[in-house]
C-alpha cells in the first residue's frame, strides 16, 4: 500500500489504530502475529555445529588418530581413556563457548533501541523490537526512527536518511500527502526505520515493521558483521600460536630423543610427544578471554555501566584522561531556580528539588508579588517541553531538567503551565540545538501572535533592542547590557547556571497562525526582542563524585571539565569538586594548532560546541592520552567515535549518540565512569592471572618430560629409559588443572592498589621481562620438584614413582593458582576465602585425583594408591612453588618501600 499517498485519517483507519494509539491487548496480538520489529540477522551458529567446532583442530585430529591406533594395537583401555578426555575437553569448550556466546547476546538485548509510543491514550517507552503496525510513535531530535510510519504531525522535522538514500544532507519532513508515484528520497510525509531525527519533533503511525520496512528490503546492506575479536584476543592468539610452535618442536625433539633412547616403544613415544602438545598448548586463551570479558561485563550492568564493545574493557585500563561533561554528570542534573534578575533588580527564590512550594523575595527579604515577573514567568512555561507531574514518587519532571526547573519557579508563583498554555496555545516553535543555544515557541494570546525565546544570555542579549522594566517596555541601552552581563558574571560565580528570557510580538494571522505569508524563521521571531530577564538556577555537585575525583587522581588519571555553561560557573563547580581551575572558552579555540600548545594545561573548557569536543579529543589524542569523553547530543557523536572510549548517558542522552558510543552509563553518574574504570583494570588483572597460571604451570609439564628424557631415567624392574609421566597422565592434568581452577581466577576480585597504579601503558605486552622471569623460574620449580620425588620413588616401583610423579605436578599446578591471585600481595594477607569459586574449582580437581588414585578409575588412568605417608612428601614438595613466590614478592615489597621512602626523603 502506498501509505504516503493517503491523509493521516486515512491511514489511522486502514491500520485500525488512534491517535490515542493501540490497546495493549491488541499491540500484543499483533506482536506475535506478525513477530518482532527486527532485521534478521546472520544465522546463528547450532549448539551441534559449536560443539563439532570443539573437535576441529589440528592437535585433536591426531589425538583422534592416535585413539584409532590404539584400537588398532588392542590397547583398547588407553583407547577409552584418550576418548572420554577428547569428548570431555569438547564439552568444556562447548560449555565455555556457549556461555560466552549466551553473554554477549544478553548484552545486545540490553543495549537494544528504545522507542516511545503511545497505547491507550498513555505515553510508554518500550522496546523497537515490540513495535508493531498500527503504534503511534513520537520522535524527537537525536532518535532514531524504529519503523516505516507516516507522519500525522510534526515541527520543523529534519531527518538524515543517509543510511537509506545515501544522501547526508538533513531532509525536511511534513505531513503533507504526496503522490502516488513519489520516489523514497521524496517522501517528505513518511520516517524510514534506521534514519535519524536531526531536528524537530514528530508523532507518526508505524505502517511496516522488520523486513518489511525498507531498510529490510535491502537487508543484506546493514547485516550484521562477524565479532571482531579484542586487541587482548589478537594478541593472545598470536602469543598461543607461537607458544604451539615451541612446543610442538619440543615434542618432536621428545620423540627423536626418545627413539634414539629407547625409552619406550615407538607408539608409546608417540602418544607421550602428542600428549605433551594436547596439555601444554594453550588452544583456549581466547576464548577464556570472551568469558572473562564477558563476566566482567555483566558485573559493570549491575554498577550501572553497559559496554557495547569488548575491546573497550581493554582499553578503560589504559586511559589517562576523562572528559566529562559537567551538567547532569558531575552535578545531580536537579536543577532548582535561586535567583531571578528582572526589572534591574535581583529577587531570590526558596526551596529546593522539584516540588513547587516557595516563594519569590527581594532584596530585603520581603515576598514579591507575582505581576512584577508575571511576563517573565509566562515566558519560562510557555517556551518549554517539560511537563511537572505529581506520581506516587512525588513531584517529577518528565523531560529537560532545566527546562522543570523553570516550571517549578512558575508554579511557586502561582502560574501553572497548563493553564497558560491553554490560554495561550502553541502554534509553531524553532527547537534548541547546541549550535544556536536557545529556543522558540510561538503562541496565540489575546488574538495577537508572541514569539517567546529563552537561551543562552550573551545569545539573547545580542538579539534584544528593548527591555521590560516594571511592566513598561523601553529601548535597551548599553548600560542595561552593561547590569545584565555583570549579573550573569554573578551569578555563575555562585555556580549558577543562567538563562536568558524574551519575547516579541510578531506580525501574522492569530486565526490562522501564518506569520503573514512567511516560514517562521530566526530572522522573523529571534530578531528585535524584548528582554524579560534571567534566571540563575543551581545543580548541586554529587557528593560521591568528590571520592570518585580523589580515586581518579591516585590513579593517576586527569578529569577535564567540558561544559556549554559559562567560565564563571564551570570553575566554581570545578572548585568545588577539588578539580584544577585553569580554563579556556569555545571562543578562545582558534585552530587544532593552537589548541595543541596548551592542551596539556587546560583543566576545563566552558562554553563549547560539540565541534569544539573533536577537537579536543584529537588534541589530546596527539599527545599520546587514552581519552574517556562523555556526550549525550545528536552533535556529540563524532567526538565519542573519535574517543578511545566513547560514553553516552543512558537516560539523557540519545539514540545517535548511544549509537556512536563503547559504554553507557544507565545513571549518567560520573562515579560510574571511575567503577567502571576500576572494573576495567579488574578484569584485565585476572586475565593477566589466568594466563599466568596456564603458561607458567604448562611450562613445568615441558621441562619435566623435557629434562627427564635429557636425563634418563633408568626403570628398575626392566632396565629401559623410563619417563615420570605416562601420556594418559598429561592429558590428566590437562583437564584437572587447566579448565575450573585456571577460569575460577576470572573472578578474583580487585588488588588493593587497583586505583593507586598509573594507568597501563597501550599495546603492553602480557608476556613482559617479568613474565617470562616468573615462567621459566616456576617451571624450573616444578620440573625440579617433580623429578625429585620421582627419583626418590623409582626404588618401589615404577608405577608408585609415577604415580607420585603424576600427584606431585598436579599440587604443583594447584598451590600455583594462589599464587598467582596477586602479583604483589601475600598469598597468606589476602581473605584466603573471598573467591569461593577458587576454593570449589580447587577442591574438585583434588576430588577428581582422588578419585584417580583410590577408586576403580586407577586402572584407566595408570595409578596406584598411595600410602598416607606419601602425602608430606608430596605437599612439601609442590609447596616449594607458594615459597618461592613468597619470597619474591617479599621482596618486591621491601623494594617498592625503599623506592617511596626515597622519594618522600626528596
Not at 90 to 106: C, D, M, T, W
Request: with cysteine.
Amino acid at each position: 500500500m502506498n501509505w504516503h499517498s493517503y491523509d493521516t485519517k486515512a491511514v489511522v483507519e486502514a491500520l485500525k489504530t488512534s491517535e490515542d494509539g493501540l490497546k495493549s491487548s491488541e499491540a500484543s496480538y499483533r506482536f506475535h502475529k506478525y513477530g518482532p520489529n527486527a532485521i534478521n540477522g546472520k544465522k546463528e551458529i547450532s549448539r551441534l555445529r559449536l560443539l563439532l567446532n570443539q573437535l576441529n583442530s589440528f592437535i585433536i585430529w591426531i589425538l583422534i588418530a592416535a585413539t584409532i591406533l590404539s584400537v588398532l594395537i588392542g590397547e583398547l583401555i588407553d583407547a577409552a581413556v584418550i576418548l572420554v578426555i577428547i569428548i570431555l575437553n569438547a564439552v568444556l569448550g562447548y560449555v565455555q563457548e556457549y556461555k560466552a556466546e549466551r553473554s554477549i547476546e544478553a548484552l545486545k538485548k540490553i543495549s537494544a533501541l528504545k522507542a516511545v509510543v503511545i497505547r491507550s491514550g498513555k505515553k510508554m517507552r518500550i522496546n523497537a523490537e515490540m513495535i508493531v503496525k498500527g503504534d503511534i510513535i513520537l520522535l524527537e531530535s537525536g532518535n532514531k526512527v524504529p519503523a516505516d510510519a507516516r507522519i500525522i504531525d510534526s515541527e520543523r522535522l529534519e531527518l538524515n536518511e543517509s543510511s537509506l538514500t545515501g544522501e547526508s544532507t538533513p531532509v525536511k519532513k511534513t505531513g503533507k500527502t504526496c503522490k502516488s508515484c513519489t520516489v523514497i528520497a521524496d517522501m517528505i510525509n513518511m520516517v524510514f526505520s534506521g534514519t535519524v531525527v536531526t531536528k524537530g519533533k514528530a508523532t507518526a503511525v508505524v505502517v511496516e515493521t522488520g523486513m518489511k520496512t525498507e531498510l529490510g528490503r535491502i537487508a543484506g546492506m546493514i547485516q550484521e558483521t562477524e565479532d571482531e575479536e579484542t586487541p587482548l584476543q589478537k594478541k593472545l592468539s598470536v602469543f598461543g600460536e607461537f607458544m604451539g610452535i615451541g612446543i610442538l618442536i619440543i615434542s618432536a625433539i621428545i620423540f627423536i630423543i626418545g627413539i634414539a633412547k629407547g625409552t619406550s616403544t615407538i607408539f608409546d613415544t608417540f602418544m607421550i610427544s602428542i600428549s605433551l602438545a594436547v596439555a601444554a598448548i594453550p588452544e583456549g586463551l581466547p576464548a577464556v578471554v570472551t568469558i572473562c570479558l564477558a563476566i566482567g561485563v555483566q558485573r559493570m550492568i549491575k554498577k550501572n555501566t553497559l559496554i557495547r564493545k569488548l575491546p573497550s574493557v581493554e582499553t578503560l585500563g589504559e586511559t589517562d584522561i576523562i572528559c566529562t561533561d559537567k551538567t547532569g554528570t558531575l552535578t545531580h542534573n536537579q536543577m532548582t531556580v535561586r535567583e531571578v534578575f528582572a526589572n534591574n533588580s535581583l529577587y531570590h527564590v526558596s526551596g529546593h528539588g522539584y516540588q513547587p512550594t516557595g516563594e519569590f523575595t527581594d532584596s530585603n527579604n520581603k515576598s514579591v508579588k507575582k505581576g512584577c515577573l508575571e511576563r517573565l514567568l509566562r515566558c519560562a512555561v510557555l517556551c518549554n517541553d517539560a511537563k511537572l507531574e505529581r506520581t506516587h514518587k512525588g513531584w517529577e519532571i518528565f523531560g529537560d531538567p532545566t527546562e522543570g526547573a523553570l516550571i517549578v519557579a512558575a508554579r511557586k508563583a502561582g502560574i501553572d503551565a497548563e493553564d497558560t498554555e491553554k490560554d495561550a496555545a502553541r502554534i509553531d516553535s524553532i527547537p534548541f540545538d547546541s549550535k544556536r543555544k536557545r529556543m522558540t515557541t510561538i503562541h496565540k494570546e489575546n488574538r495577537r501572535l508572541y514569539a517567546y525565546t529563552k537561551g543562552a544570555p550573551d545569545e539573547l542579549i545580542r538579539r534584544c533592542t528593548h527591555i521590560l522594566i516594571n511592566g513598561r517596555v523601553r529601548r535597551i541601552t548599553e548600560n542595561d547590557k552593561s547590569l545584565l552581563n555583570n549579573s550573569v558574571m554573578a551569578m555563575a560565580e555562585k555556580a549558577l547556571r543562567v538563562l536568558g528570557l524574551a519575547y516579541k510580538e510578531i506580525k501574522g494571522n492569530p486565526n490562522t497562525g501564518r506569520l503573514g505569508g512567511q516560514t517562521l524563521n530566526e530572522r522573523n521571531a529571534e530578531t528585535g526582542l524584548v528582554f524579560l530577564g534571567l534566571a540563575g538556577m543551581y545543580d548541586p555537585p554529587r557528593r560521591e563524585v568528590i571520592q570518585s575525583i580523589r580515586r581518579c587522581m591516585s590513579a593517576g588519571i586527569k578529569i577535564v571539565v567540558i561544559t556549554g555553561d559559562h567560565k564563571a560557573t564551570a570553575v566554581a563547580v570545578a572548585r568545588e569538586l577539588g578539580l584544577g581551575t585553569t580554563v579556556m572558552t569555545g571562543e578562545e579555540i582558534k585552530d587544532a594548532d593552537g589548541l595543541n600548545k596548551v592542551i596539556q594545561d587546560v583543566d576545563i573548557f566552558a562554553r563549547v560546541s560539540p565541534e569544539h569536543k573533536l577537537m579536543i579529543v584529537k588534541a589530546l589524542q596527539k599527545k599520546g592520552h587514552i581519552v574517556a569523553m562523555t556526550g549525550d547530543g545528536v552533535n556529540d557523536a563524532p567526538a565519542l567515535k573519535s574517543s578511545d572510549i566513547g560514553v553516552a548517558m543512558g537516560i539523557t542522552g540519545t539514540d545517535v549518540s548511544k549509537e556512536a558510543a563503547d559504554m553507557i552509563l544507565t545513571d549518567d553518574n560520573f562515579t560510574s565512569i571511575v567503577n567502571a574504570v576500576e572494573e576495567g583494570r579488574r578484569i584485565y588483572d585476572n586475565i593477566r592471572k589466568f594466563v599466568r597460571y596456564l603458561i607458567t604451570s604448562n611450562t613445568g609439564e615441558v621441562m619435566t618430560l623435557f629434562a627427564a628424557m635429557v636425563i634418563g631415567y633408568t626403570s628398575i624392574r626392566t632396565g629401559n629409559l623410563i619417563l615420570p609421566l605416562l601420556a594418559i597422565h598429561l592429558l590428566l592434568i590437562n583437564l584437572l588443572t587447566d579448565g575450573f581452577p585456571a577460569l575460577a581466577l576470572c573472578i578474583e576480585k580487585q588488588e588493593r592498589d587497583v586505583m593507586k597504579r598509573k594507568p597501563r601503558k597501550k599495546n603492553e605486552a602480557i608476556a613482559n621481562r617479568q613474565f617470562i622471569i616468573d615462567t621459566v623460574f616456576t617451571g624450573l620449580i616444578m620440573c625440579v620438584g617433580t623429578l625429585f620425588v620421582f627419583q626418590k620413588s623409582l626404588h618401589v616401583s615404577d608405577f608408585y614413582a609415577q604415580t607420585m610423579a603424576f600427584t606431585t605436578l598436579v599440587m604443583f599446578q594447584l598451590f600455583n593458582v594462589f599464587n598467582c591471585r596477586s602479583d604483589s600481595e601475600s598469598v597468606f594477607s589476602r581473605k584466603l576465602f573471598t573467591n569461593r569459586w577458587l576454593w570449589i574449582a580447587v577442591g574438585f580437581s583434588v576430588v577428581l585425583q582422588l578419585a584417580l588414585l583410590y577408586t576403580p578409575l586407577s586402572r584407566f588412568a595408570k595409578t596406584i594408591a598411595l600410602g598416607i605417608s606419601d602425602w608430606p612428601t608430596i605437599i612439601i614438595t609442590s609447596f616449594t612453588v607458594v615459597a618461592f613466590y613468597e619470597i619474591k614478592k617479599l621482596l618486591q615489597r621491601i623494594s617498592d618501600s625503599n623506592k617511596k621512602s626515597a622519594g618522600l626523603e626528596r
